[in-house]
């Protein structure tokens, strides 16, 4: 923040009447709001706004955190509308290729590969099938 003194940054956290009076000074002065996810979980209706207000960005630091579609995390922060989304992940994939749905899902709106159900018939089962093959054809050859 020292490089942009004039950037308004306020924190999202703490008492429900200190994260109003915050959120009511970024919408009315703009800024950046700052928070944490635990935070977001239980106040996504402000952050919301009930449809009022749009952020221009969200941007989600260790955006591995929300790979799970079903936690309450993940849903909070798809009730809360931005302009545009952004994920920073050093582990976009750790489990499995519904992990790396979830994040395409968050930044694309549902709009790149649609519902999980479909990902999973177009895409994940062509990837699983083609890793088996290699991984026998790979097993084949330590065996020799």
């Known amino acids: 923040m020292h490089r942009f003194p004039?950037?308004?940054?306020?924190?999202?956290?703490?008492?429900?009447?200190?994260?109003e009076r915050?959120?009511?000074?970024?919408?009315?002065?703009?800024?950046?709001?700052?928070?944490?996810?635990?935070?977001?979980?239980?106040?996504?209706?402000?952050?919301?706004?009930?449809?009022?207000?749009?952020?221009?960005?969200?941007?989600?630091?260790?955006?591995h955190l929300v790979k799970n579609p079903a936690a309450q995390v993940s849903q909070a922060l798809r009730a809360v509308p931005a302009r545009r989304k952004l994920i920073l992940t050093g582990t976009p994939l750790q489990n499995n290729l519904k992990e790396l749905w979830t994040l395409f899902d968050f930044v694309c709106d549902g709009e790149l590969f649609g519902p999980y159900r479909a990902f999973k018939e177009d895409y994940e089962a062509q990837i699983l099938a083609v890793q088996r093959q290699t991984m026998c054809r790979v097993a084949s050859r330590c065996d020799a």
């Open 22 to 63: 915050e959120i009511a000074m970024i919408h009315e002065k703009g800024g950046v709001c700052l928070t944490t996810y635990g935070t977001v979980r239980t106040s996504s209706g402000v952050l919301g706004d009930s449809g009022h207000f749009t952020w221009d960005y969200i941007i989600l630091d260790e955006g």
């Open 6 to 19: 004039s950037m308004r940054v306020k924190v999202f956290h703490g008492s429900a009447a200190a994260r």
